[in-house]
C-alpha cells in the first residue's frame, strides 16, 4: 500500500460544499478520506493534448493525404498516473477501483488542479441528478488530496480496456488472419459470422456511447474530450457484445451549458470552445449552447469513424489521425466522395461493407454527424433513433 497523507482543506473537499442542495446526497456517499481507499499498483501513464490555434480548412486535391491539420496542438503539462486500488472500509470495502492521479500545482501548474475540479464537479453534478445518473459514464466514488497537492480520483472499476484497445486488438486480428491466408478459417460461413459479430459489436459500442452522451446533454454538460481512450469497456470479446457496457471517462474538459453558465463563461478550459463557437457565427447564449452540444456531436462523428474503419483494417493502415485528415483536408466532409476513394482499396473493404449497411445508412449518419454547419447536425437522441443504431440494418 502506498504512503497518502490528506490535506483536509484540499480542493476536493471545497469543490464538494460548494455544490448546490441537490447534492447533499451524494455528498455523503463520496469517500473523502484516504484512509477509506487501499492503493495497489500503477497502470498507465498518460497526457493531454492543448489546442494552440485553429485555422479554416485548407483546400485540397483528393489525391493529397498529407494535408495539414485544422488545428496545431502542442503537449500540455499535465501528465496523468493511473492506480489499481481497492476501498478499504465501509460498505463498499473491498470494491475495485481505478485511482486516476492529478499532479500538484507546483508540478503541473494551475491547469492541473482546475482540471481535477473540473472533473470532480462533472461527474458530481451528473450523478445527483434526479435520474439517478446513467450506467453509459463512469461512476466516481470519491477522492483526496494528498500534502504534496496531488489530486486523487477514486472511480469504479469496470474493466481497464477502451475503446482504442479494442479496434488495436480487432486490427491486429485482420493483420494475422490476412497473413494466414486461407488457412485462418476453413469455413466461408465462419468467416461471415465472424464479421457479423465485430459489426455489432461496434454498433453496440455506439449505441453505449450515445447514451451516455444523451444523458450528459440532457442534463447541460458538454464531454469535450471524446474519443477512442475516453470510452471504456468492461469485455472487448466480439462474441460477448450482449454484454457490452461502454462508459465514458475523462470530463476534465467538460464544460456546463446551462443558460447561466454560458453567458457567464467563467470557466478557462472552456475557452477554447467559446472561440470555436463565435468563429461560427454562434454568439448568444442560446447559439453557443447549441454550438456547444453539436461540437460533442462532431467529436462523436469522428468517433464512429474511427471504429467504422480501424477495426477492420490490417494493423497500421488506418489511424484516427489519417483518418481525421482524409475527411477533413482530403474529402472536406463529403462523405460521398470519401466512399468512391475507399471502394477503390481493397485494404478497407470491410469498411466500406459495413458503413454500406441498410443501403448506405453509416454513411448517411455519419455525413449527418460531422456536417460543416454545426446547426444541422442531429442531437445525440437522434442519432440513436437513426437505423444504423436501432440494429435495424443488421
Known amino acids: 500500500m502506498l504512503p497518502l497523507s490528506l490535506n483536509p ?21 463520496l469517500l473523502t478520506n484516504s484512509d477509506s ?35 496545431d496542438v502542442g503537449q500540455g ?19 475495485p477501483i481505478i485511482f486516476k492521479v492529478y499532479p500538484g500545482k507546483r508540478a503541473a501548474g494551475v491547469e492541473a488542479d482546475m482540471m481535477a475540479a473540473n472533473e470532480l464537479n462533472a461527474h458530481s453534478f451528473l450523478q445527483s441528478s434526479s435520474e439517478g445518473g446513467s450506467q453509459h459514464i463512469l461512476l466516481l466514488v470519491g477522492g483526496f488530496e494528498t500534502i504534496t497537492g496531488e489530486q486523487w480520483l477514486a472511480f469504479r472499476d469496470y474493466g481497464k480496456y477502451s475503446a482504442a484497445d479494442y479496434a488495436k486488438r480487432a486490427s491486429e486480428r485482420v493483420s494475422r488472419d490476412r497473413a494466414l491466408g486461407e488457412a485462418s478459417s476453413w469455413n466461408r460461413f465462419e468467416q461471415e459470422q465472424a464479421l457479423k459479430r465485430k459489426q455489432i459489436f461496434i454498433v453496440n459500442l455506439l449505441v453505449g456511447v450515445m447514451r451516455g ?22 469485455t472487448i470479446a466480439e462474441r460477448e457484445a450482449r454484454y457490452l457496457i461502454p462508459r465514458l471517462r475523462d ?14 463563461d467563467p470557466q478557462p478550459l472552456a475557452d477554447g470552445l467559446w472561440r470555436r463557437a463565435r468563429a461560427a457565427g454562434a454568439f448568444n447564449r442560446m447559439e453557443k449552447r447549441l454550438f456547444g452540444i453539436a461540437d460533442d456531436i462532431y467529436e462523436a462523428g469522428l468517433l464512429f469513424a474511427y471504429l467504422a474503419f480501424v477495426p ?16 477533413e ?5 463529403d462523405l460521398e466522395a470519401t466512399r468512391e476513394y475507399c471502394l477503390a482499396d481493397d485494404r478497407l473493404a470491410n469498411a466500406v461493407e459495413f458503413l454500406d449497411l441498410g443501403n448506405g445508412a453509416g454513411w448517411e449518419l455519419l455525413q449527418a454527424m460531422l456536417n460543416a454547419d454545426f ?11 437513426h437505423r444504423f443504431m436501432t440494429g435495424e440494418v443488421l
Open 375 to 385: 446547426r444541422k447536425r442531429p442531437s445525440a437522441e437522434a442519432v440513436l433513433n
Open 312 to 327: 477492420f483494417c490490417e494493423a497500421g493502415v488506418m489511424d484516427s489521425l489519417s483518418l481525421q485528415r482524409l475527411l
Open 9 to 29: 482543506h484540499s480542493f476536493l473537499f471545497r469543490t464538494i460544499s460548494s455544490h448546490s442542495s441537490k447534492s447533499q446526497p451524494l455528498k455523503a456517499s
Open 213 to 234: 452522451l444523451a444523458y450528459m446533454h440532457d442534463q447541460d454538460r458538454l464531454h469535450q474530450s471524446l474519443g477512442p481512450f475516453s470510452v471504456l469497456l468492461n
Open 329 to 333: 483536408n482530403t474529402f472536406q466532409l
Open 77 to 95: 503539462s499535465v501528465n496523468i498516473r493511473l492506480y489499481e486500488g481497492r476501498v478499504s472500509q465501509g460498505p463498499l470495502r473491498g470494491t
Open 37 to 71: 481507499f487501499q492503493v495497489g499498483r500503477p497502470i498507465a501513464t498518460y497526457g493531454f493534448m492543448n489546442v494552440t490555434s485553429y485555422s479554416p480548412l485548407p483546400e485540397y486535391s483528393y489525391g493529397d493525404l498529407e494535408g495539414l491539420k485544422t488545428q
Open 251 to 264: 470530463l476534465a474538459f467538460s464544460v456546463d451549458v446551462r443558460y447561466s453558465e454560458v453567458e457567464e
